[in-house]
């Protein structure tokens, strides 16, 4: 069955990095488009962040994310990844992958902070 597995989340001060990690299973990972998406807070709807289209290299982003977040992808290792460089305030929620077009199921998320 599908599964994925997001990691590489914590707390970084304004202006800081992470490097998420999202493993999956259970699919044809090279043969799909993969995601990113945050939730806010609880009970807020998953908001679309970033995508690599299974027609490398293309990238797409939400405009809030552009020139500071890289969507990548290791079709050996059926890993999508997000650099996430020069984080703002604005930036903290939980970060989800998906399958692009896919309503699930998802992941239990990776949090990120950014707090001085």
């Known amino acids: 069955q599908v599964q994925l597995v997001e990691s590489g989340g914590g707390v970084v001060q304004p202006g800081g990095s992470l490097r998420l990690s999202c493993a999956t299973s259970g699919f044809n990972f090279s043969a799909v488009s993969m995601d990113w998406f945050r939730r806010m807070a609880p009970g807020k709807d998953r908001e679309w962040v970033a995508?690599?289209?299974?027609?490398?290299?293309?990238?797409f982003y939400t405009d809030s994310v552009k020139g500071r977040f890289t969507i990548s992808r290791d079709n050996a290792n059926n890993t999508v990844y997000l650099q996430m460089d020069t984080l703002k305030p604005e930036d903290p929620a939980t970060y989800f992958c998906q399958r692009a077009t896919a309503s699930g199921p998802w992941g239990q998320g990776t949090q990120v902070t950014v707090s001085s």
């Open positions: 995508q690599s289209s299974r027609f490398e290299p293309m990238t």
